[in-house]
């Protein structure tokens, strides 16, 4: 019996603390959820942005073997002579972008390029200005040298003026085919 006493003894005070306990843990958790508040902020969203640009012409600026966009071939090069065209660069994305020109496609090079000055104006600017050779060596967006246009709205336009100068030593009966001027444009913050 003795045993049986000494059980009811330690469980009726045993009973005590845990029950304070219990009673603390009810008690907090009532009033802590009397002074608390949360707010939310629903249905948000992302999107990216769009980089798109596109030129006026269907037809090459430079050709003197093919019709140009001016509706015929350009003359042949003579010692200090010059040819102008013009292309029109129109940004249609909506997220600010710098745009760069560079050459692609058969970069020029050799005689023909030494002695040919490239011109590239936007405006009264100066894109480029130096032997079609040195602008050939810039053939990527990262390395041209050209000067760079922000386009910051859609629709926003720029006009180039190329102008091509055969220097007083250009090679008689050269050629130089296939020339690509590439227009690049990355989203910049």
């Not at 019996?1 to 029950?19: C, E, S």
């Not at 013009?86 to 970069?107: A, C, F, W």
């Not at 006009?159 to 296939?178: E, H, K, M, Q, R």
Request: charged share 10%; no cysteine; net charge positive.
């Amino acid at each position: 019996m003795a045993g049986k006493n000494r059980v009811r003894t330690i469980a009726k005070w045993a009973i005590l603390p845990v029950g304070v306990v219990l009673s603390g843990i009810m008690v907090l958790g009532f009033s802590n959820s009397a002074f608390t508040a949360t707010t939310t902020n629903a249905n948000n969203s992302w999107s990216t942005g769009t980089v798109n640009i596109n030129n006026n012409l269907a037809a090459p600026m430079f050709s003197y073997s093919a019709n140009t966009y001016k509706g015929a071939k350009d003359a042949l090069l003579i010692p200090n002579q010059a040819i102008t065209s013009q292309i029109t660069i129109t940004y249609t994305g909506n997220v600010k972008s710098d745009i760069r020109i560079y050459p692609s496609g058969n970069l020029p090079t050799g005689a023909l390029a030494d002695n040919m000055t490239l011109d590239i104006k936007d405006g009264a600017n100066s894109v480029f200005n130096g032997s079609l050779t040195s602008f050939g060596t810039k053939a990527n967006w990262a390395t041209t040298t050209a000067v760079p246009w922000i386009a910051t709205t859609n629709g926003e336009t720029k006009t180039y003026t190329f102008t091509v100068t055969a220097g007083a030593n250009v090679p008689s009966g050269a050629t130089l085919d296939a020339t690509t001027f590439t227009w690049e444009a990355h989203a910049t913050p």
